[in-house]
């Protein structure tokens, strides 16, 4: 049986908490604030200008996530989607589930017309993610990500 892959609801907020703070955790040894995490995908929920969720849902529990921000490029007139929050349960890795998410991302951005890309940033030491990504088509960029946290 395959997940069904659907946008998240108001309903599937505590698990794309759960999800978030695992990923931190796993990727980066952070413990994130479960207010601010409520708060933040909650925001995100409510106003699609934001972003939005796709989870992937197997036997009515929600076993994946992938979130979609928007970056507008000038140069391509058109906009670059990107990868954020990818997350698999661990008990579900290894069975095509951010294959599912992804592919339909990629069909939902073709058929919209306007999506020129997708990005994904990954940490640098997650070479098991890296090689998972390079075999479904995403590969490195001349391109590095600097930041300057405000908060």
Do not use: C
């Not at 699609?48 to 007139?77: H, K, P």
Request: hydrophobic share 45%; glycine share 6%.
């Amino acid at each position: 049986m395959a997940a069904i892959i659907r946008p998240a609801q108001e309903s599937d907020l505590a698990t794309l908490v759960e999800f978030n703070r695992a990923l931190a955790w796993e990727t980066e040894r952070k413990v994130l604030d479960p207010t601010v995490v409520t708060a933040g995908v909650t925001a995100l929920l409510r106003d699609s200008q934001r972003g939005f969720y796709t989870v992937a849902d197997w036997q009515g529990q929600v076993v994946g996530q992938l979130l979609i921000t928007y970056e507008w490029s000038d140069w391509r007139n058109g906009w670059f989607w990107w990868l954020q929050s990818v997350y698999v349960h661990p008990e579900y890795r290894r069975r095509g589930i951010f294959r599912a998410l992804l592919q339909a991302i990629e069909q939902l951005a073709y058929h919209r017309g306007d999506v020129v890309g997708l990005r994904l940033y990954v940490e640098q030491s997650n070479t098991a993610a890296q090689a998972a990504y390079a075999t479904l088509g995403l590969q490195p960029t001349t391109y590095g990500i600097l930041e300057k946290s405000l908060r």
